[in-house]
Every structure is written in structure tokens, then in C-alpha cells.
């Protein structure tokens, strides 16, 4: 596509540049495109790159160039903690009225119109989900993801905030999932949501000490923030990447609330027994567990939270796979009914 010299590029001359191999400066034979929910992702052959949509939600906003750039070197800052290999850096995307666009061009009437992520590329294959899926997990294999988070937790910075802070954060986004989750255009058994979403906030009451003590007790961190299995490779050395980097907020964590927010994804994949695996070796490894009650707690307020984000996707314009969202959030809703049924 030919770019006029009149004017910056829109976000669709962007990505149809981006999806030509002649873009790259590593000249891959093929590009293909990944659209999520906050970025498009371009897999070009060992390499790719990660542009970041303009879009602005509650919870973060890309809606900037500057914006976009700070979250692209946080992304790469943070991820290396986890995956220090993978991320290689942040290339912009250049635009000059005489050259167009441009990866690292050397031209210096270029201008940065837009930035990327650029990362190696991971072996689909060794992808968590995907041996889930496939090839199965072997013990060993989750004994050594415990050893890399179990030192991970045991030095990331511990967070500041009040027990009365952090429990509020629970209380409050349980009200959000109870407004959304229960609204009448949703195809959910009414009756069978109320009663999940009435028996979480019975246990959120009744565990409130519990978590107030974890942040006593300098339990809480600066975690990874988005701890499931698609962003777990099962490689040599273990690869933990696509952390979440634009709200810090998001990110500090009970170590166990990660945990159970990792096996609750297990559980959705069909795949209970590797959660309950994962949280029982990393227990056996690290010091100062909370209590059974409280780990449940944690899943089933990640599982109803998971199913409110599934199901408000059918809240935007146009959501891409409307099909999908319905019966996910009913997934996920069937699984903290059944961490609500074996807390103690």
C-alpha cells in the first residue's frame, strides 16, 4: 500500500506494512498476524513483534504515542525478569513523506510514528496450554516452574499498601463482577450465578482477616500480573513471559493468589489435577503458606473475575468471536462453584 506524503499513516496502512516480510530488517519468508485484545502480534519466522493498539480502557491507555512507547520499554523492563533472552527491545516504526514506513530506518527525517515490542520466538509446542492439551506434563516439569517462581516471588519488591487497601481491591471488583455478570442480555442461568456470586462474597466476609494478615505478614509483591498457562514455555530454561505492564496496580500480588489463578486456567483447559500439582509442590518449597480457606478464596474469586471479563466482551462494538464468550464465562463460573464447594 502506497502512503501519501500528505499525511502520518493510519493503523491500518500500519499493520498491512507490517504484515509484508520486506519489513523486517531480518527479511523473514512470512508474516502472520495475531489480533488480541490490546495489541496486534507479529510472528516473522524467529522473531515477533508486538504492536500496541491505540485504545483506552478503565484500566490502562495506549491511546498515546507516548503512552505507547513507555509501555513497550515497561513491557520489555519487566518481562526480562522472568525471560531475560526473549525480549530483545523496542523498535520503533518510522515515517518519512519520502521513504514511508520503516523498522530502524537510518534515515533521519524519519519520525517515529508508533512503537513495538520485539521478542525471540518460542516453540508453540512447549507452550503450557498446549502440552496440556497434547502431550501431557510431566512431574518434573512442574517441580522445575515452581523452583523458577519460588525464587522469583522470594525477590521481588514487596508491595505497599494497607491490609485495608488490599481487601478492599477484592470487595470492590467483586461488585463490579456481580453488576455485569448478572445483567439480563447475558444468556447465564440467573439463579446458578447469583448463587456463585452470594457465596463468594460470604467467603470474601468471613476470610477478611485472612487477607489482611498476607500483607502483614509482607506477602504481597510485585508478581507477573497475568500468570497463565499460554504465557508459560516449558523450555530449557523455563520461559515466563507476557507479564503485565501497564498498571502496577495489577501486578501486586499474593504469590498463592498467582497460583491459584494459574490453576484456575489449568482447570478451564481440563486439566484440574496440574493446578492443584503446581500449588501443592511450590507449598512444600516455600515458606509461610496461607491457609486452604484463603487459596480457595483466591481461585474462585479469579474464576467469577475470569468469567465477568469473558462475558463483557460482548459489551464492546463489535467483539470479535461473540460465540466464544457465553459459554467461557459459564466455564469459568462452573469452576468457582467448585473452589467454593471445598473451602474450609
Given amino acids: 500500500m502506497t502512503i501519501a506524503a500528505q499525511h502520518e499513516p493510519s493503523l491500518t496502512e500500519k499493520l498491512c506494512f507490517l504484515s509484508r516480510p520486506d519489513a523486517y530488517p531480518h527479511a523473514p519468508e512470512t508474516v502472520s498476524m495475531i489480533e488480541t485484545h490490546m495489541s496486534f502480534v507479529f510472528l516473522a519466522d524467529a522473531r515477533v513483534y508486538k504492536l500496541k493498539k491505540p485504545v483506552r480502557y478503565p484500566f490502562l491507555d495506549f491511546s498515546t504515542l507516548a503512552a505507547r512507547e513507555h509501555n513497550c520499554r515497561e513491557e520489555v523492563r519487566l518481562n526480562r525478569r522472568l525471560a531475560p533472552d526473549i525480549y530483545l527491545g523496542v523498535v520503533a516504526l518510522g515515517f518519512s513523506p519520502v521513504f514511508g514506513l520503516s523498522l530502524s530506518s537510518p534515515h533521519t527525517e524519519t519520525t517515529a510514528v508508533d512503537w513495538l515490542v ?13 502440552m496440556i492439551r497434547h502431550s501431557g506434563i510431566e512431574r518434573v516439569q512442574i517441580d522445575d516452574l515452581c523452583a523458577v517462581l519460588a525464587r522469583f516471588y522470594a525477590v521481588a519488591p514487596r508491595a505497599s499498601l494497607s491490609p485495608q487497601a488490599y481487601y478492599a481491591r477484592f ?3 467483586q461488585a463490579i463482577n456481580r453488576d455485569v455478570l448478572t445483567r439480563s442480555c447475558f444468556a447465564l442461568d440467573h439463579d446458578q450465578t447469583t448463587t456463585v456470586l452470594d ?34 514455555c516449558l523450555t530449557e530454561p523455563i520461559e515466563i513471559f507476557d507479564c503485565l505492564e501497564f498498571n ?37 518449597q516455600t515458606p509461610n503458606p496461607p491457609p486452604s480457606r484463603l487459596i480457595a478464596c483466591y481461585a474462585a474469586w479469579r474464576a467469577t473475575l475470569r468469567a465477568r471479563l469473558s462475558i463483557a466482551h460482548l459489551l464492546e462494538p463489535t467483539p470479535r468471536q461473540p460465540e466464544k464468550w ?5 466455564r469459568y463460573l462452573a469452576i468457582a462453584a467448585h473452589h467454593l464447594e471445598n473451602a474450609k
Fill in 248 to 284: 502496577p496496580a495489577l501486578r501486586q500480588v499474593d504469590p498463592y493468589d498467582e497460583l491459584a489463578y494459574l490453576g484456575v486456567e489449568c482447570a478451564a483447559l481440563g486439566a484440574q489435577m496440574v493446578g492443584d500439582r503446581i500449588l501443592e509442590v511450590f507449598m512444600a
Fill in 199 to 232: 457465596r463468594l462474597d460470604a467467603l470474601l466476609h468471613d476470610s477478611r482477616d485472612l487477607f489482611m494478615m498476607r500483607v502483614d505478614q509482607g506477602a504481597i509483591v510485585d508478581g507477573h500480573g497475568d500468570l497463565r498457562p499460554e504465557h508459560i
Fill in 326 to 330: 457465553e459459554p467461557q464465562a459459564r
Fill in 171 to 173: 470487595l470492590n471488583e
Fill in 118 to 130: 520485539e521478542m525471540r520466538r518460542l516453540p508453540a509446542e512447549r507452550m503450557l496450554d498446549q
